[in-house]
């Protein structure tokens, strides 16, 4: 009977298991290193993407406040022309104001009565459709409180002027001579039509 020493075989195939063991550890770590090595670039290449998209959104952004700021200063430039457009608009509205204003002070002054004190405020909130143009405050002395009466209704006859409201009158001695101080407030009004303005200057 043949006997046959499988010893050597064995120990050949255990070194070429082992040798393929070692070799498919190599190819692991090897593919490892490689996919390792591709992911960090990946991940480079999508934060190169990333900062590049943020530098654009900066760039953006920066110009759009540019804009902004743009914007906000032509805004604030409209809202300074418009004033002073409304103010050059008040001012030549005020000029027959004021000149129809001395007349009427002038025209509606009895003679016991001088004035001390005018102010006038142009009413620059008015509607178009209101008469109404500026407030009048009037201080002054008459002779007596009938006086006042007397120059209360003359200017509740103007077309010009609206009914006054007398704020105070007070009643002095200047040794035999009585005075009364006064104060009114009244409001400098625009005539209905055109006729009415014809009117009261023809009747100047």
């Known amino acids: ?71 906000n200063h032509l805004k604030d430039a409209r809202k300074e022309l418009v004033h002073r457009m409304r103010v050059i608009q008040g001012l030549q509205q005020s000029r027959p104001l004021e000149v129809h204003l001395f007349e009427q002070l002038a025209t509606t002054v009895p003679s016991s009565v001088y004035l001390t004190s005018v102010v006038f405020r142009t009413n620059s909130n008015k ?16 002779d007596s409180p009938a006086g006042v009466s007397n120059y209360m209704r003359t200017m509740a006859g103007s077309p010009w002027l609206s009914v006054p409201q007398l704020e105070v009158v007070r009643t002095r001695s200047e ?8 104060s009114v407030t009244t409001r400098l009004l625009a005539p209905q039509n055109q006729d009415d303005k014809t009117g009261q200057e023809s009747g100047s």
């Open 1 to 71: 009977m043949t006997r046959v020493n499988l010893l050597p075989w064995r120990a050949g195939e255990q070194r070429r298991r082992r040798q393929r063991f070692l070799l498919a550890l190599v190819l692991a770590f090897i593919i490892g290193i490689a996919i390792v090595y591709w992911a960090s670039l990946m991940v480079s290449s999508a934060v190169s993407a990333q900062e590049s998209r943020n530098d654009y959104l900066r760039h953006e952004v920066a110009k759009l406040n540019f804009k902004i700021r743009t914007i």
């Open 175 to 182: 040794g035999e001579t009585r005075r009364s101080d006064f």
């Open 127 to 142: 509607r178009d459709e209101s008469r109404e143009v500026g407030t009048l405050s009037l201080k002054g002395v008459a």
